[in-house]
């Protein structure tokens, strides 16, 4: 069964270049805004939530649908790259942000993060794939923090190792016996609602430390060639030689066991200057499934800290 996600306090669109971004808020009305930064590219932040709530009990938290996805679908075949992701969140923060900017971000969510605050740092990395001559720079200010949970890896080698490892765990004997067992369950004839949900569950199962910890989670979409023309806009990408220029305080937490290596976090956390970086044990990709509480101890604090809250 999906957990019940609460009503947002207000929501809204941001209109960015004609695509209408679609926002929603959690948590008390002036208090210390946060704006929350979900993973894919191509999904939306549904699938953050009710977990990732905690984040609103002394903040107000801004989940926001990136281009592409969820409730900021478009209908054009215009390409998507990760510096329209970036444009975008800079109207996004323009828009719903008028103090100091706190991003945070899990998964893609968090290397759009940080692509977001070396653009405002004045490097302005390649788009491959775009038009020749083309010169499209993003007027971004630049955040006060980062919060990044998992981030998504930082090289096109380090990229290449989790979808390795990931492709592994999928084809794993205990992943395998979880399909075999719900096959035999009867489930899709019974209740063809939860049928689904499971065989969604199993489908990402290798993110998970422990595959039959993949349970009770928001089932999401991820737009396919959104996904594609993004990740392919990065090339063979290596933000690490770069990430010097990201001077605001940040965290990085990773679990140990996420198929995106934790040497990618921990390169991330020598890189730049003002990063701290927490380990969680016995945690894949999804700690706020798998370690909730160990999560939360790192990240509430933390942003007590940067925010005053």
Same mark, same amino acid.
């Given at each position: 069964?999906?957990?019940?996600?609460?009503?947002?306090?207000?929501?809204?669109?941001?209109?960015?270049?004609?695509?209408?971004?679609?926002?929603?808020?959690?948590?008390?009305?002036?208090?210390?805004?946060?704006?929350?930064?979900?993973?894919?590219?191509?999904?939306?932040?549904?699938?953050?939530?009710?977990?990732?709530?905690?984040?609103?009990?002394?903040?107000?938290?801004?989940?926001?649908?990136?281009?592409?996805?969820?409730?900021?679908?478009?209908?054009?075949? =215009?390409?998507?790259?990760?510096?329209?992701?970036?444009?975008?969140?800079?109207?996004?923060?323009? =828009?719903?942000?008028?103090?100091?900017?706190?991003?945070?971000?899990?998964?893609?969510?968090?290397?759009?993060?940080?692509?977001?605050?070396?653009?405002?740092?004045?490097?302005?990395?390649?788009?491959?794939? %775009?038009?020749?001559?083309?010169?499209?720079?993003?007027?971004?200010?630049?955040?006060?923090?980062?919060?990044?949970?998992?981030?998504?890896?930082?090289?096109?080698?380090?990229?290449?190792?989790?979808?390795?490892?990931?492709?592994?765990?999928?084809?794993?004997?205990?992943?395998?016996?979880?399909?075999?067992?719900?096959? %035999?369950?009867?489930?899709?004839?019974?209740?063809?609602?939860?049928?689904?949900?499971?065989?969604?569950?199993?489908?990402?199962?290798?993110?998970?430390?422990?595959?039959?910890?993949?349970?009770?989670?928001?089932?999401?979409?991820?737009?396919?060639?959104?996904?594609?023309?993004?990740?392919?806009?990065?090339?063979?990408?290596?933000?690490?030689?770069?990430?010097?220029?990201?001077?605001?305080?940040?965290?990085?937490?990773?679990?140990?066991?996420?198929?995106?290596?934790?040497?990618?976090?921990?390169? %991330?956390?020598?890189?730049?200057?003002?990063?701290?970086?927490?380990?969680?044990?016995?945690?894949?990709?999804?700690?706020?499934?798998?370690?909730?509480?160990?999560?939360?101890?790192?990240?509430?604090?933390?942003?007590?800290?940067?925010?005053?809250?």
């Amino acid at each position: 069964m999906s957990p019940t996600i609460p009503p947002p306090r207000e929501s809204g669109t941001v209109p960015a270049n004609d695509v209408p971004l679609y926002w929603a808020a959690w948590g008390p009305s002036g208090a210390p805004r946060i704006l929350v930064l979900h993973g894919g590219p191509g999904a939306h932040h549904d699938y953050l939530l009710p977990q990732l709530l905690r984040l609103a009990e002394r903040h107000d938290a801004v989940f926001y649908d990136q281009r592409g996805g969820g409730r900021s679908k478009f209908d054009n075949l =215009a390409t998507v790259t990760w510096r329209t992701q970036v444009e975008d969140l800079a109207h996004v923060a323009d =828009a719903l942000v008028d103090g100091p900017l706190h991003l945070v971000g899990y998964s893609w969510g968090a290397l759009l993060a940080m692509l977001y605050a070396l653009e405002a740092a004045g490097v302005h990395l390649p788009v491959v794939g %775009a038009p020749l001559g083309e010169v499209h720079r993003v007027i971004a200010r630049p955040p006060a923090s980062l919060t990044l949970i998992d981030p998504a890896p930082l090289s096109r080698t380090h990229r290449n190792d989790f979808e390795t490892e990931f492709a592994r765990r999928q084809q794993s004997s205990a992943v395998q016996a979880l399909r075999a067992e719900l096959t %035999a369950s009867g489930l899709r004839e019974r209740d063809p609602d939860a049928y689904r949900q499971r065989a969604f569950e199993l489908s990402v199962a290798g993110y998970f430390h422990d595959s039959a910890r993949a349970r009770d989670l928001t089932p999401f979409r991820v737009t396919g060639r959104v996904q594609q023309s993004v990740w392919e806009s990065l090339g063979d990408f290596d933000l690490l030689p770069h990430l010097k220029a990201i001077t605001c305080p940040t965290l990085i937490v990773h679990g140990r066991q996420d198929p995106i290596p934790l040497a990618s976090a921990e390169a %991330a956390a020598r890189a730049i200057p003002a990063a701290r970086i927490t380990v969680l044990e016995e945690s894949g990709h999804v700690p706020y499934v798998e370690q909730p509480d160990a999560l939360f101890a790192a990240v509430l604090p933390f942003l007590a800290e940067v925010t005053g809250a």
